[in-house]
Antibody, heavy 120, light 107 residues
Framework: EVHLMESGGGLVQPGGSLRLSCAAS????????MSWVRQAPGKGLEWVSY????????YYADSVKGRLTISRDNAKNSVYLQMNGLRAEDSAFYYC?????????????WGQGTMVTVSS | DIQMTQSPSSLSASVGDRVTITCRAS??????LNWYQQKPGKAPKLLIY???SLQSGVPSRFSGSGSGTDFTLTIRSLQPEDFATYYC?????????FGGGTKVEIK
């Protein structure tokens, strides 16, 4: 069964750091691009970052550029989101999603999400 | 950046109704438009990709149409399990923007 599972969320103070992980199973992880998408409580979906299958192409939303860093380890079937300089507005559920290239990058598989709360 | 405008932001409908949700892009995105369904407390689920292609396992009462800047998601006969929030998303270029969502509620 194709599966994504996020971990690493929690409560962190403003300015703090957190590292999210997403473990993949049931498919050839190294063949797929991955993204992180977040959702603040009661709000809509916001794409955060993208990494290509080999890790050579990376994109970020302007709102997180310079503070969040996406990476992957294909040997461990995992994608990561290093979050530094966290702000209250970064509080959200963070989902990892598999991207399939059909009409552009389409998110066909999603994890269950992990909650990040930035508060003093 | 390409902006995505969804309408309406919410609607009330009855089981059996035909429901239409629209999504407009600020510039042409060809057919690089996808639709997702999200239920409370759950991750989004892909329904339609490439504007009109039905994702495997999704009921045929869901359909998508459009190209360029104007797109539509139609639910032919609304079922109880379809009450949820629906999002469009452009996959033409980064940033991969989502629409603001349409919440479909029970009338």
């Amino acid at each position: 069964e194709v599966h994504l599972m996020e971990s690493g969320g929690g409560l962190v103070q403003p300015g703090g750091s957190l590292r999210l992980s997403c473990a993949a199973s049931g498919f050839t992880f190294s063949s797929y691009s991955m993204s992180w998408v977040r959702q603040a409580p009661g709000k809509g979906l916001e794409w955060v970052s993208y990494i290509s299958s080999g890790g050579g192409t990376i994109y970020y939303a302007d709102s997180v550029k310079g503070r969040l860093t996406i990476s992957r380890d294909n040997a461990k079937n995992s994608v990561y989101l290093q979050m530094n300089g966290l702000r209250a507005e970064d509080s959200a559920f963070y989902y990892c999603a598999r991207a399939v290239v059909t009409a552009g990058d389409v998110f066909d598989i999603w994890g269950q999400g992990t909650m990040v709360t930035v508060s003093s | 950046d390409i902006q995505m405008t969804q309408s309406p932001s919410s609607l009330s409908a009855s089981v059996g109704d035909r429901v239409t949700i629209t999504c407009r892009a600020s510039q042409s995105i060809k057919n690089y438009l996808n639709w997702y369904q999200q239920k409370p407390g759950k991750a989004p689920k892909l329904l339609i990709y490439g504007a009109s292609s039905l994702q495997s396992g999704v009921p045929s009462r869901f359909s998508g149409s459009g190209s360029g800047t104007d797109f539509t998601l139609t639910i032919r006969s609304l079922q109880p399990e379809d009450f949820a929030t629906y999002y469009c998303q452009q996959s033409y270029s980064t940033p991969l923007i989502f629409g603001g969502g349409t919440k479909v509620e029970i009338k």
